[in-house]
């Protein structure tokens, strides 16, 4: 059985997406042109962007600092 707290973590990404993205824009020109800003601000979210779960880190270093932890154990 699944509570509200299940969608949380999707709810916040859309969330994010419409407040930093979509939000200001009126239209595209073109469905790609909507496509492609989407996708560079998840590439953006996901690799660049700091988390203050991970400690203010980008995932990308988080997972490095990660990595060493693990070979260094």
């Known amino acids: 059985m699944g509570t509200s707290a299940d969608n949380a973590a999707a709810e916040s990404l859309n ?10 824009a009126d239209r595209w020109a073109s469905a790609r042109d909507a496509r ?6 998840i590439t953006r979210y996901n690799t ?6 991970l400690g203010q ?3 990308i270093n988080y997972e490095k600092t ?4 693990a070979t260094a154990a």
């Open 15 to 24: 969330a994010t997406l419409k407040r930093e993205t979509l939000q200001d």
């Open 57 to 59: 880190m980008s995932p």
């Open 48 to 53: 660049r962007r700091r988390h203050s779960r």
């Open 66 to 69: 990660a990595g060493n932890l």
């Open 36 to 41: 492609l800003t989407v996708f560079g601000w």
